[in-house]
């Protein structure tokens, strides 16, 4: 399962539709602001995702805040966590990484462009990564 944090209809139709295109079968599931995202990933009746593609800016409560979160809960702790957004600026880049993130992903402009961002983002995470047993997180 990929948990997509993502505020923007459009951007996040691409990104189901990239996947799709690209025969990645994961279930995924939206949130579409940060506080459906900590709600989800901290309801312990629900199960973690492989991955969470984290957008920067959103409303109620922000990717940078999100990502402390995740960091800070040890059910959540170890989740592959990579930020895609639209964000090229030097401190969001720093401050991801600093707060944790696995990987910064650029959104690129172009649809093919960003298809084929979403189709390496799957591969590599959810068929080649190797994650700790959800039993370990």
């Keep these: 399962m990929l948990l997509l944090v993502e505020d ?25 602001d940060g506080v459906e995202a900590i709600e989800f990933l901290l309801d312990a009746s629900k199960p973690l995702p492989d991955l969470v593609l984290l957008d920067l800016k959103l409303p109620r409560l922000g990717g940078f805040e999100v990502l402390q979160r995740i960091r800070s809960e040890e059910r959540t702790r170890l989740l592959p966590v990579v930020v895609l957004t639209s964000s090229s600026q030097d401190e969001d880049i720093v401050s991801s990484y600093r707060l944790g993130a696995n990987s910064y992903v650029r959104k690129p402009v172009r649809f093919s462009d960003f298809s084929e ?16 047993d959800r039993d370990k997180r």
């Design 117 to 132: 961002a979403v189709r390496q983002l799957g591969v590599y995470w959810l068929l080649i990564n190797e994650s700790p």
């Design 8 to 32: 923007n209809p459009s951007d996040e139709e691409l990104t189901l539709r990239s996947l799709k295109k690209h025969n990645i079968a994961n279930e995924v599931v939206v949130a579409h």
